[in-house]
């Protein structure tokens, strides 16, 4: 629900904040009240919302983005991040060129957040960031579904990454564990270590670059920056797709992997086919695989899909 009446006449200086409480944690607005006394103490004019959910947080990003601001900041996590770029991109093309985003870290994955240098723990700092107010033109990827008869076709945005398959399973079900574990690192682990028991490859077929991929497929990623570790030398701004293509694991090369994605060197192990793109991917059948965006399960999502990238198209606050 609104905390204050928003009015038509904003002044370029007020944040538009939308504060999105972790899932599944205690005493979780012990964290925005700090955060709260630190925007006091440092004079930031803003008004806030506060989600009632991730999906709620599209509209209310749209809501502000159409009343005016000029500087929008979640408290969030990526997929709130994610749902808020969307809402943004909805309001029009006055919008997103008036609009900067920022974040301050407060969900269970803070990707996007963790790859420009934000800490989870020193929001403080952040909050200095933002008030500098640093810019820097990030690059959008999209996923465009083919349109159906009569209708426009459906696109969504992304900051970080596209994953389909295994690590969107993980996404999915991490969101059901979260009822168990109070921790992200443990609801994390413990969703990998659930779906080591499930039927794990699906056969998909895309096509990157020049290579036509039709075989059984476990996950791939699609990074415009690091990709929870899948696309580590994506950057976000030079207009370019990372892909990493994972399949046909053994057991033990599923563990082996999943210890070199935490050591950072999951394109080394010999199931990775890595790529780089400016062009198009065309995703013609996933397999009925999961498809995730930015951590943000798409449960719309269908085939066929084509994904590519809008290069420096939104201005995002960075460290100073």
């Given at each position: 629900?609104?905390?204050?009446?928003?009015?038509?006449?904003?002044?370029?200086?007020?944040?538009?904040?939308?504060?999105?409480?972790?899932?599944?944690?205690?005493?979780?607005?012990?964290?925005?009240?700090?955060?709260?006394?630190?925007?006091?103490?440092?004079?930031?004019?803003?008004?806030?919302?506060?989600?009632?959910?991730?999906d709620?947080?599209?509209?209310?990003?749209?809501m502000?983005?159409?009343?005016?601001?000029?500087?929008?900041?979640?408290?969030?996590?990526?997929a709130?991040?994610?749902?808020?770029?969307?809402?943004?991109?909805?309001?029009?093309?006055?919008?997103?060129?008036?609009?900067?985003?920022?974040?301050?870290?407060?969900?269970?994955?803070?990707?996007?957040?963790?790859?420009?240098?934000?800490?989870?723990d020193?929001?403080?700092?952040?909050?200095?960031?933002?008030?500098?107010?640093?810019?820097?033109?990030?690059?959008?990827?999209?996923?465009?579904?083919?349109?159906?008869?009569?209708?426009?076709?459906?696109?969504?945005?992304?900051?970080?990454?596209?994953?389909?398959?295994?690590?969107?399973?993980?996404?999915?079900?991490?969101?059901?564990?979260?009822?168990?574990?109070?921790?992200?690192?443990?609801?994390?682990?413990?969703?990998a270590?659930?779906?080591?028991?499930?039927?794990?490859?699906?056969?998909?077929?895309?096509?990157?670059?020049?290579?036509?991929?039709?075989?059984?497929?476990?996950?791939?990623?699609?990074?415009?920056?690091?990709?929870?570790?899948?696309?580590?030398?994506?950057?976000?701004?030079?207009?370019?797709?990372?892909?990493?293509?994972?399949s046909?694991?053994?057991?033990?090369?599923?563990?082996?992997?999943?210890?070199?994605?935490?050591?950072?060197?999951f394109?080394?192990?010999?199931?990775?086919?890595?790529?780089?793109t400016?062009?198009?991917?065309?995703?013609?059948?996933?397999?009925?695989?999961?498809?995730?965006?930015?951590?943000?399960?798409?449960?719309?999502?269908?085939?066929?899909?084509?994904?590519?990238?809008?290069?420096?198209?939104?201005?995002?606050?960075?460290?100073?």
């Open positions: 629900m609104w905390r204050k009446t928003i009015t038509m006449a904003i002044e370029d200086s007020r944040w538009g904040i939308i504060y999105c409480p972790k899932e599944g944690i205690r005493r979780t607005h012990k964290h925005w009240e700090a955060i709260r006394d630190y925007l006091q103490e440092k004079q930031v004019a803003y008004d806030f919302v506060q989600s009632e959910g991730v709620s947080v599209e509209r209310l990003a749209g502000l983005a159409s009343n005016g601001y000029s500087t929008l900041v979640i408290v969030g996590g990526d709130a991040l994610n749902r808020a770029l969307n809402g943004v991109l909805s309001a029009g093309e006055e919008a997103r060129r008036r609009i900067a985003v920022g974040v301050i870290p407060n969900g269970w994955a803070n990707d996007f957040a963790h790859f420009w240098g934000f800490d989870d020193d929001y403080k700092q952040t909050i200095d960031w933002l008030v500098n107010r640093r810019l820097r033109k990030v690059d959008v990827g999209y996923c465009r579904l083919q349109a159906e008869e009569g209708k426009e076709p459906v696109v969504r945005y992304f900051l970080n990454c596209v994953n389909v398959g295994l690590v969107a399973d993980i996404m999915n079900l991490r969101r059901a564990t979260r009822r168990f574990w109070h921790t992200s690192s443990l609801s994390f682990f413990s969703s270590f659930l779906l080591l028991f499930h039927r794990m490859e699906s056969k998909m077929h895309l096509k990157v670059n020049m290579d036509d991929i039709n075989r059984r497929i476990m996950t791939v990623c699609i990074g415009s920056a690091r990709g929870y570790g899948q696309t580590p030398g994506a950057v976000p701004y030079n207009g370019m797709l990372d892909v990493s293509v994972v046909h694991p053994q057991m033990t090369q599923l563990l082996e992997g999943l210890w070199m994605l935490i050591g950072g060197r394109l080394n192990h010999k199931n990775v086919k890595a790529y780089r400016r062009g198009k991917i065309q995703f013609f059948d996933n397999g009925k695989a999961r498809v995730s965006l930015d951590g943000c399960v798409w449960r719309e999502a269908r085939m066929p899909m084509e994904i590519g990238i809008r290069q420096e198209w939104i201005d995002f606050i960075i460290p100073s």
